[in-house]
T-cell receptor
Framework: EPEVTQTPSHQVTQMGQEVILRCVPI?????FYWYRQILGQKVEFLVS????????KSEIFDDQFSVERPDGSNFTLKIRSTKLEDSAMYFC???????????FGPGTRLTVT | RKEVEQDPGPFNVPEGATVAFNCTYS??????FFWYRQDCRKEPKLLMS???SGNEDGRFTAQLNRASQYISLLIRDSKLSDSATYLC????????????FGTGTRLLVSP
């Protein structure tokens, strides 16, 4: 069964450093998303991406965040200068034609010290 | 008012019990509805979409009441492996828009 994959599973970084989180969506999917979940809180939407551009973003997704699809398979989330409050689980998701059902990757746990 | 509201639980039930979770949503424009399951420190996994006519998948039955903006999930014959957090999720449209999650209801099934 096809699945979304994410690397790394855990990333530890110092405040102010840049991090890149990587995702490989399901191969025939066209819509890509990033969500985050701070420990003990609900899953929150960050950004959606379709046809090589951002289609929607939340208030959380400020200028420190960017997304890219550098090739035909990877989808990345970059945080330019990490803050302590960026510590969370980051989930990538993708959906197919019609875009209705979204499937999530296993997540990257980001710890900012 | 929260966009998606759920009782956090936990619901403690014995194996074989029937348990029901409820959820309310505030955006009357919401068009798509889902239940996801999340195990501790894992990703949300799609359990089922929820249709206006109600739908069933094995031991799981989901119902939608658009007038009351209310969604439910019924689990029959609970198994130990059903222990997880159940997330009520809505989307404003049927397309590729963002999912809005509830905080989840925790279920603990005991032997």
């Amino acid at each position: 069964e096809p699945e979304v994959t994410q690397t790394p599973s855990h990333q530890v970084t110092q405040m102010g450093q840049e991090v890149i989180l990587r995702c490989v969506p399901i191969s025939n999917h066209l819509y890509f998303y990033w969500y985050r979940q701070i420990l003990g809180q609900k899953v929150e939407f960050l950004v959606s991406f379709y046809n090589n551009e951002i289609s929607e973003k939340s208030e959380i997704f400020d200028d420190q965040f960017s997304v890219e699809r550098p090739d035909g398979s990877n989808f990345t989330l970059k945080i330019r200068s990490t803050k302590l409050e960026d510590s969370a689980m980051y989930f990538c998701a993708s959906s197919g034609i019609g875009g209705n059902e979204q499937y999530f990757g296993p997540g990257t746990r980001l710890t900012v010290t | 008012r929260k966009e998606v509201e759920q009782d956090p639980g936990p619901f403690n039930v014995p194996e074989g019990a029937t348990v029901a979770f409820n959820c309310t949503y505030s955006n009357s424009a919401s068009q798509s509805f889902f239940w996801y399951r999340q195990d501790c420190r894992k990703e949300p996994k799609l359990l089922m979409s929820v249709y206006s006519s109600g739908n069933e998948d094995g031991r799981f039955t989901a119902q939608l009441n658009r007038a009351s903006q209310y969604i439910s999930l019924l689990i029959r014959d609970s198994k130990l492996s059903d222990s997880a957090t159940y997330l009520c999720v809505v989307k404003a449209d049927t397309g590729f828009q963002k999912l809005v999650f509830g905080t989840g209801t925790r279920l603990l099934v005991s032997p």
